[in-house]
């Protein structure tokens, strides 16, 4: 092993103490908390190299973007779920940065989100933020947006509340429901730009509609981007 493996080694256990997140293995010598065989497995979409891909196209006529994508699949049934989870509700905000250094390397050498001006994490509201004592997607957006060259906006827009509990709910009334969660307080500090929005997870996709057509209806110059961590295998049919 050459010293720099050494190092890298030293510091990934010291990072990421518990072993690899996904199968449990052991992670010395391998990056962003997973073993090197699940670095290898991860069912990576490569949405990001192309324009049109299936999460661009699950928002199509709902929302107008100019490019979007998801880094890996997941399914409920699959151990990629504990690696959101864990870095979900687990405190590990690390994983969520590890990541978005590694997803945000994809975005910046598939040329694709050169032109975004500003990244922009999903807002959580106040309360669950402080309950949870972080938002995972500010640390994933904020690697991104170090990897991409570009600055973060934790600020212009609010949250006003939670979503509420969804999984008993249709279609139609989750996308009631995620109507008017968010309000752009500093219009002027977006006009014009092309924002990335950034979440861990894509599922029905409607907090993510909700917040760009907020930003939308106050700010029509701005234009959206969208990345999410994960997406359901659903999106394209293949699960
Ligand atoms: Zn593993």
Redesign the pocket.
Known sequence: MSMLSNLLADLSSLLFPSG?V????DVSGSMHG??T??RYSIPLTNFWKTEDNPTKEHFAGIIPLVQASSFFYFSHESQWRMLIHRFKYGGEWRLAESFGRWYGRELRESGLYDDVDVVMPVPLHFIKAIKRGYNQSSYLAESIARELGKPTDRRSVRRHRNNPPQSRSSMGERWANVENLFSVVNPKALSGKHILLVDDVLTTGATLASLASAILASVPDARISIATLAVSRKIDGAK
Do not use: R
């Not at 996904?22 to 293995?25: A, L």
């Open positions: 690899c996904v199968c449990g293995g997973i073993c065989m699940c």
